[in-house]
Each structure stands twice: as structure tokens, then as C-alpha cells.
């Protein structure tokens, strides 16, 4: 698979870290993260629960809320730094060039406003349209997301969807002012496994057409297999590995990560035991000094218990693990 | 919504007619009728006569007919008390407690709702937290303290509010009302601040609590995500969702607002029920104590009624879900 020419970037995060502050001091949610997302790209960000995946998808549109903060990092949007932008810019921003889609789509709607006061709000909130012209638009949307009669269906309140619907409804309202982004966070976790495929294809196919990229957070390796160009795994606050999908699904070079692609299941494939990651991923109150996979780690040396390993570039990837950087038992 | 509407409408008649039940029980049974109206020197034959003119002789269920097809007429007998038609008094009563709870409600729902919604988005600021403080106060203090310094600070002090009675009325048809005179106006704020500052500090609370609910929601979330403006957020989605338990409370407040008016009206001698009700106790007025019982319910019953329609303008799902279920 060709990788996208990453000059420039449509979006740029270096060296973002996101605290929590507890009574017991701060706590690193996010510790140091760098990456970036390409024009028309999709970025998989994969990784266990309290990784840090919706976390950073949220510092990125500064959707954080106390005791939740970012203390540090450049974002930046087609080169422009939109971290430390005015709450005023900011809310302009979101919808406009970044928009989001959350985890359930049953509670992502407004109970008591129908769609189309919804959508008609989100558009008028970005463009300059008339309401009759918003609600042309509103049902142009709906028809694009799959939503049978939308002239009918754009009265209805959220209750009258199903959820596969609803995560349509979702789509729409976050492709309605036509981002360049779309930071998905496990948009698919709450649906019937039917749906999910739909739903994935659909949100595909629409940033394809709009040009727009995914930042798909999942802890789905079978979606991010089919639908990422790149993806980046996460664990406890960190990127441990992050590269090509291709790349990362056939040969991984983190242990973790490796771990990852031996737990997934196939129809194809002959009927070993899946592997297991044995042990958890560690507390934020109890991280290791060394690399926090070291614990679970097969291939843990002296050194990772000490020393945090940092990402060492390897083909179109990186992954940060002592192994890469030559070390041996 | 109509088969709605009818459902709960037949089972507030039934809430009524146990109500008149008891009232009727009150009425026929707590002493003797015939005693409370008859002198000392009332013979015993007069005393029969009573008995049977008043039809305590007839079969129960006779009486409970009548006394159930008077009170539908709005026919409570005659107060023992002021020997007049409890009807009459009540109608004469009626509209300075209307007025006062209409009032205290206003100031009730006017100033707590936003006072709730303030320090809901703001929960954080200094202004929040005095109007937290304050309205502790507004909660432990009772009633008639309130009234009582409100009188002190406002009227022995400072002299700019009359201190006790309605001011002058002006009669439209049957009712007197107070809301069309200077005088009248100036005498309802002390006692409307009185009544309804209780309800306003409970209002205040329920709507900040579901507020700070409301704004963790995903939606609510999501309506951020979108690049809607802050007051769209706070207005549009936040608020319109803490309504349905603020309508609900509301309701019932206004309902006890009424109900209760009596040690308001009793600090300010507000010529209304309430005061009527206290006299009515005193000199164990029966009639009145059963048409006052029977009033109060109506009142409830017709306001749990209201806000259970209001529920399904407020919330779809509530209208499907009540036009599936009839």
C-alpha cells in the first residue's frame, strides 16, 4: 500500500501530553505522543481500554474538561497551531474543519429536539444558509448517510431511530459543515455487529468523497485491518508502535503489539490457541519506571526495567522498543 | 393524546370522589352537626326537628348522595361560624389567595430558574457559591420568620410597604382582585416574597443539580463537538432537558403554594382561605374545614393533571409512549 505524500500534513500533534489532576497529584494520561495524519487519510489508533485513545482524540479538538488538561504539545491543523486558540476560535473550529463522533449514538443525540432542529443548528452554526436552505441541506445529508424518505424521517426525534440509524444521524451532523477531519472514537463499539460494517463503509466512502481524513480510534484490530492506512497502537499514554497497516499487521515489531495480532481470531486460518497478553495494562497511579509493557513483556530485559524506550523509525514505521535499537538479553 | 388526557382525567375524578368520601366523613361524624349549630337552650325537640330538616335521619348512602351531589354544586352547607353559606366565603376568599399564589409563583419560577441555570454553568464562580449560601438560608428559615423580618426591615423600618391586608380591590364581576391598584400591588410583594421564597430556593437547586446532570451528558458533548455556541448548549439542549422533574416539582409546589398559603396569610392578615381556614379550626367550623379539604384536593388533582400533560409537550418519547399505552 502507498503511503500518502505526508507533506504537509492536515494534522500535526507532536509531543502532546495530557494530565490528570487527583488529590494525590497529577497523573500522566497521555505521556509525550507524536504523530500526524495526512490529507485523505485514516489514521487507526488501536489499543486497550484507559490507553489514552479517546483522550487524545478529545485534547485534539480541546474537548477536555477538568481535572482533565493538556499541559503540553503543538497540534497543529494544515500547518496552522490550533492548541491555545480562543474558546471563541475553537468552538468556530469544531464541526467546521474537525468534526467527532462518539462511541454510542443512543446518547449522543438530543432526546427532545427532532433531527432536523439538530442538524439545521450544526449548519447554520458554520455556513451562511437561510433555515429553508439548512433544511434542504439537512435532507440532502440524511439521503447521503442512508436514511430511507429523509423529507419524512427528518421530523422524527432520535427516540423513532434505531442505533445503526441514529450513528447515521451522527454522520451526518458531523460531516454537516464539511470537515477536514473526522476524529471517530469507537464509533461503531455500541452496535450490532451487522451494523458495524455499514456504518465503517459509510463513514469510509464519505471522507473518500469529501477528501476528508479519520482519525478511527477502535480497540478493533479487524476494523482497523480493513478500513486504516495507518495505524498507531497505544498503551498506557504512549504510541508504541505506529506505521503502515500492512506493515504493522504482518509483521509487528513490538511485543505488544505482536501480542495484539495474535489475539485476533480467524475463520481462515488454522484453529490454534489464540494468544494472550497475560497480566494488565498497569494503573496511571502505578506506572513502571522502564517501559510499562515490561511487566507483561515475553522479551523483557534488564534495561526495559529502568529505561523507557522512545520510537525508533523502522521501514515506514517506528515502534519503541529496546529490541529495534539493537539490544540484546 | 386525547385517550391520554381522558385516562388521567377519570382517574383524577376518582382521587376526588375519595376525598369527598372523607370530607363527607369529616362533616357527618366528627361531633354532631345538630350540637355545633344548636344553643344551650335549643329544646330537645327542636333538636329532632334539626336532625331531620339537616336529613341525619336518612339512610347513609343517601347522605353521602347528597352531600356528594351538594359539593358538586359547589353547595357546602352553611359555616356553623359566620353563618353564612361556606360557598359564599370561600368565593370571597378565594381570590386573595389566587392572587398571592399566582404572585408568589411568578417570583418563584422567574427568579429560580435562572438563578438555577447560573449557577449550574458556573458552578465554579464566587457568585455561585454566595447564591448557594443564600439560599440555605431560604431553605432552613420557616415561613413566618421570614415574613416577620421582611415586616421589621421593610415596613417598621423603612415604611415602603404596607405590612398587613390586601390594599384596595377592585371588583371584576365576582372577583376582587388586588392586581389593578397601586395600593393593592404594593401590599401582594411582601407577602408574595414571603410565600414564594421557599419554593424559589427549591427551584433554584433542582434546576442547578439537573443542570450539572444534564451537562455531562454525551449530547451534550456532542453538541460541543459540533461548534454549537455555548448558549445554544446551555438554552436549546441543556435546559429544555432539566424541565421534566423542574415541571414536575413546580407543579406540586404551586399546589402546596396554595395549600399552604395559610401561615403566610396568617403573619400578613391576608384576607384569603388560609386565613379562613385558621378560623375555621379554631371555632371547629366544620363545613368550611370539609369544602377547604375538598378545594385543596381539587386543586392538586387538577395541577398533577396539567403537568402531566405538559410532560408530553415537554418530552416525545412521553407521547408515544402514552398514545401507545391507551
Known amino acids: ?90 468552538r468556530e473550529l469544531r464541526g467546521k474543519k474537525i468534526g467527532m463522533i462518539f462511541q454510542d449514538p443512543l446518547t449522543s443525540l438530543d432526546p427532545l429536539a427532532t433531527i432536523a432542529q439538530q442538524l439545521i443548528e450544526t449548519l447554520r452554526a458554520h455556513l451562511p444558509l437561510s433555515p429553508s436552505a439548512a433544511r434542504a441541506r439537512a435532507i440532502g445529508l440524511l439521503r447521503e448517510v442512508g436514511i430511507p424518505a429523509p423529507e419524512q424521517r427528518i421530523d ?158 523502522h521501514e515506514q514505521g517506528a515502534a519503541a522498543c529496546f529490541l529495534l535499537e539493537g539490544a540484546t538479553v | 393524546m386525547l385517550a391520554f388526557s381522558i385516562r388521567r382525567m377519570i382517574e383524577a375524578w376518582v382521587v376526588m370522589l375519595i376525598v369527598a368520601l372523607l370530607a363527607f366523613v369529616l362533616f357527618r361524624y366528627v361531633g354532631n352537626p345538630v350540637d355545633q349549630m344548636a344553643g344551650q337552650y335549643t329544646s330537645l325537640a327542636d333538636r329532632e326537628l334539626m336532625h331531620k330538616q339537616l336529613g341525619l335521619d336518612d339512610p347513609i348512602l343517601v347522605q353521602i348522595a347528597r352531600f356528594l351531589w351538594n359539593a358538586l354544586h359547589l353547595d357546602f352547607g352553611i359555616s356553623y361560624h359566620f353563618r353564612e353559606p361556606v360557598s359564599q366565603l370561600l368565593m370571597k376568599r378565594g381570590p386573595a ?47 413566618f420568620l421570614i415574613g416577620v423580618l421582611l415586616i421589621f426591615a421593610f415596613s417598621v423600618e423603612l415604611h415602603w410597604l404596607p405590612s398587613y391586608g390586601r390594599g384596595d380591590t377592585v371588583a371584576l364581576g365576582l372577583w376582587q382582585t388586588g392586581f389593578l391598584t397601586a395600593s393593592g400591588l404594593r401590599a401582594l410583594i411582601l407577602p408574595s416574597i414571603t410565600l414564594g421564597l421557599f419554593q424559589l430556593t427549591l427551584i433554584a437547586r433542582l434546576v442547578r443539580s439537573e443542570m450539572l446532570e444534564v ?14 455556541s455555548e448558549r445554544a448548549i446551555n438554552f436549546n439542549h441543556a435546559l429544555k432537558n432539566t424541565l421534566i422533574p423542574v415541571i414536575t416539582i413546580t407543579g406540586l409546589q404551586i399546589g402546596s403554594i396554595i395549600a399552604f398559603a395559610v401561615i403566610t396569610e396568617t403573619v400578613f392578615q391576608w384576607p384569603g382561605m388560609g386565613l379562613l381556614f385558621i378560623t375555621a379550626v379554631q371555632s371547629a367550623d366544620i363545613p368550611v374545614m370539609a369544602a377547604y379539604l375538598i378545594l385543596v384536593s381539587l386543586m392538586f388533582v387538577t395541577i398533577n393533571f396539567i403537568v402531566d400533560v405538559l410532560y408530553a409537550f415537554v418530552d416525545p418519547r412521553i407521547r408515544l409512549h402514552a398514545m401507545s399505552a391507551t
Open chain 2, 215 to 228: 451537562l455531562r451528558t454525551d449530547f451534550i458533548r456532542f453538541a460541543r463537538a459540533r461548534g454549537l
Open chain 2, 97 to 143: 389567595t389566587l392572587e398571592l399564589s399566582f404572585a408568589a409563583s411568578l417570583f418563584a419560577i422567574a427568579v429560580g430558574i435562572p438563578l438555577g441555570v447560573f449557577t449550574g454553568i458556573y458552578k465554579d464562580s464566587l457568585w455561585s457559591k454566595f447564591f448557594l449560601g443564600v439560599s440555605l438560608i431560604g431553605v432552613s428559615l420557616p415561613t
Open chain 1, 156 to 313: 422524527a426525534y432520535p427516540h423513532a431511530f434505531s442505533g445503526g440509524m441514529r450513528q447515521r444521524v451522527v454522520i451526518a451532523l458531523a460531516l454537516a459543515a464539511e470537515p477536514e477531519l473526522i476524529i471517530a472514537d469507537e464509533p461503531t463499539t455500541a452496535l450490532d455487529v451487522s451494523v458495524q460494517a455499514q456504518i465503517i463503509e459509510l463513514l469510509k466512502a464519505l471522507c473518500a468523497q469529501r477528501g476528508a481524513s479519520i482519525m478511527l480510534i477502535t480497540h478493533d484490530m479487524g476494523v482497523i485491518a480493513e478500513t486504516a492506512d495507518r495505524v498507531a497502537v497505544m498503551y498506557a499514554g504512549r504510541i508504541v508502535e505506529i506505521g503502515p497497516v500492512a506493515q504493522i499487521i504482518q509483521s509487528p515489531r513490538h511485543p505488544y503489539t505482536q501480542g495484539l495480532m495474535g489475539a485476533i481470531p480467524s475463520l481462515g486460518a488454522d484453529r490454534t490457541r489464540l494468544t494472550q497478553i497475560s497480566g494488565a495494562m498497569p494503573r496511571l497511579t502505578a506506572l513502571p519506571e522502564g517501559c510499562a509493557f515490561a511487566p507483561r513483556c515475553t522479551k523483557a530485559m534488564a534495561l526495559c526495567q529502568t529505561q523507557r524506550p522512545s520510537l525508533t523509525p
Open chain 1, 1 to 90: 500500500m502507498l503511503q500518502a505524500v505526508p507533506a504537509p500534513p492536515l494534522l500535526d500533534v507532536k509531543d502532546l501530553t495530557v494530565q490528570i489532576d487527583t488529590r494525590r497529584g497529577p497523573l500522566l494520561a497521555i505521556d509525550h505522543i507524536s504523530f500526524h495524519i495526512a490529507r485523505g487519510e485514516i489514521l487507526g489508533i488501536v489499543g486497550e481500554s484507559g490507553a489514552g485513545k479517546s483522550l487524545t482524540g478529545a485534547a485534539i479538538i480541546n474537548l477536555l474538561t477538568p481535572p482533565i488538561r493538556r499541559i503540553q504539545g503543538e497540534i497543529s491543523l494544515q500547518g496552522a497551531r490550533i492548541d491555545g486558540l480562543s474558546i471563541q476560535a475553537m
